[in-house]
Nanobody, 125 residues
Framework: QVQLVESGGGLVQAGGSLRLSCAAS????????MGWFRQAPGKEREFVAA????????YYADSVKGRFTISRDNAKNTVYLEMNNLKPEDTAVYYC??????????????????WGQGTQVTVSS
């Protein structure tokens, strides 16, 4: 069972930046693909970004490509989401996820096994 704890959310003006962190409890963290999803009020949860075991492969939703960067530090069991040039439409609860069934090179956009509790990101115009 992987436990995930997000941090780093908050209120920021449009054009600003935030960095989200997600700490994992599992010793086999390095064997999990990791991802970030978000859910805005009244909308379905949507994929944001994913990163493979070693961090060599990443994948982004079109809506965040070029603005967001996902990274991981396996020594610290932590995954990050650097968010730049934030827009009001980025306002959502952001969730960290882990996939224990992925292969080393995969960057899944669905089918995740474990979820964090979420952290709120609010972008004002």
């Amino acid at each position: 069972q992987v436990q995930l704890v997000e941090s780093g959310g908050g209120l920021v003006q449009a054009g600003g930046s935030l960095r989200l962190s997600c700490a994992a409890s599992e010793r086999t963290f390095s064997l999990h693909a990791m991802g970030w999803f978000r859910q805005a009020p009244g909308k379905e949860r949507e994929f944001v970004a994913a990163i493979s075991w070693s961090g060599s492969n990443t994948y982004y939703a079109d809506s965040v490509k070029g603005r967001f960067t996902i990274s991981r530090d396996n020594a610290k069991n932590t995954v990050y989401l650097e968010m730049n040039n934030l827009k009001p439409e980025d306002t959502a609860v952001y969730y960290c996820t882990a996939d224990g069934d992925s292969r080393w090179h995969e960057v899944p956009s669905s089918g995740y096994d474990y979820w964090g509790q979420g952290t709120q990101v609010t972008v004002s115009s």
